[in-house]
């Protein structure tokens, strides 16, 4: 009896490790996302996904195993774009505007299957120190932001455009992973940890 009484418990215990949680991102908002090689976690492929499995199917007693699919991946984005002005005419036209140049290191998870994020303070952590497994910690830091503003006055040229937008450069790591407890997987998901090592306003001015 004790043994069916220990058994029912301890499914009912793996059913609410293994319960799926949605997956999130930060980066579907973005208007442009450029990478210098590699993919997303939300672009690969069910039959990369399926392979990628295998690396972290393999049982253990307790803990995390993980397979990272590209490393570091460098990457540029533009968040969205605060103004466009344009001059179709025949005289230049004057603006003054003040430009907020910052730079930060943010840190944004994504995460999907069954592996969890938590936010604590402003700060997103996956659950169940996959950070501790994946080594992020060290790499990944989340640190403040310094700013300086700037007063700018430019002239829109005849047959130009001036475009202010917000631009930014970092990292990207991700793969999968699968946890363990007395060899029974609780959990299992994709991960991509992605770095904001500098982002700031640009201004760019282009023929029309």
Known sequence: MRKIIFCLLFFSVFWLFSNPAHAKTNYQTFESLELESGELLADFS??????????????????????????NMKVSYVTETLFSYYNDGYTPIKYSYK?????????????TGSIGIK???????????LDGALKLTAEYQTTGDTSETYSVSLEVDPGTQVDLYIYGEGVITNGVAANYLFWIRT???GFEAFAVTTQYQRLEKKKI
């Open 187 to 189: 959990h299992r998901g």
């Open 46 to 71: 069910s039959a990369n996904l399926k392979k990628y499995y295998q690396k972290v199917d393999s049982r253990k007693f307790m803990g995390w195993r993980t397979y990272t699919v590209h490393k």
């Open 99 to 111: 430009l907020d140049s910052k730079t930060s290191t943010k840190l944004k998870l994504t995460a």
């Open 119 to 129: 936010t604590q303070n402003t700060k997103q952590n996956f659950k169940n120190n």
